[in-house]
């Protein structure tokens, strides 16, 4: 499957690899020349064939907003946006009505894994409709761990649910990273 994907830092850096890794064929933008396949978002569009599927993997608030919206006046209907970053999941809506104006999908994915991802796979919780769920499954299937695919990918429900959920997750994740090392120093024998 062929794949536009914009930020390529350190996850979506990691992100192409693994993709390429697996035999898709990725684009990848961003601002800096040494890590860029084109220089441009309109260059990226005119790379990929139609429909296109365009992850984005940019910061969360204005950066991905402003993103989106240049995205959608370059995309053509039929084509898909994912956003993979850590927006707010209040911010999907607005992005999915911007797009879905122009006749195009989109998808918010929230993405767990960090750097060790490129190597372990991804943890994937994608809201919005069944229909682009599929259509990016193949890159989905990709970037999960190994194993039986509900165990490293989940649609959790219409736009805002993946980001959501990826909100809970990180909640709990930071909760329990704050939690061990007072575990730990409680528990030790005194010397």
Not at 81 to 91: H, K, M, Q
Not at 144 to 155: A, D, S
Request: glycine fraction near 16%.
């Amino acid at each position: 499957m062929q794949l536009g994907l914009i930020g390529l830092g350190r996850m979506g850096g990691n992100m192409r690899d693994r993709l390429r890794a697996a035999g898709h064929e990725v684009v990848g933008y961003d601002p800096r020349p040494e890590v860029t396949d084109v220089e441009s978002l309109p260059a990226l569009a005119k790379a990929l064939g139609t429909p296109r599927v365009v992850w984005v993997m940019v910061p969360s608030g204005e950066p991905t907003r402003g993103t989106v919206r240049e995205l959608s006046e370059i995309l053509e209907p039929g084509d898909l946006v994912i956003d993979g970053g850590n927006s707010r999941y209040t911010d999907d809506g607005p992005n999915a009505e911007l797009l879905a104006g122009k006749g195009i999908g989109y998808l918010d994915v929230g993405v767990s894994g960090g750097i060790w991802g490129k190597a372990n796979g991804y943890g994937l919780m994608a809201g919005g409709t069944a229909a682009d769920v599929e259509r990016a499954m193949p890159i989905f299937d990709a970037l999960r761990p190994e194993g039986p695919r509900e165990e490293g990918f989940v649609h959790a429900g219409p736009v805002g649910a993946g980001h959501f959920s990826k909100m809970v997750h990180n909640g709990i994740e930071y909760g329990l990273m704050q939690l061990t090392p007072r575990a730990t120093s409680c528990c030790r024998r005194p010397s």
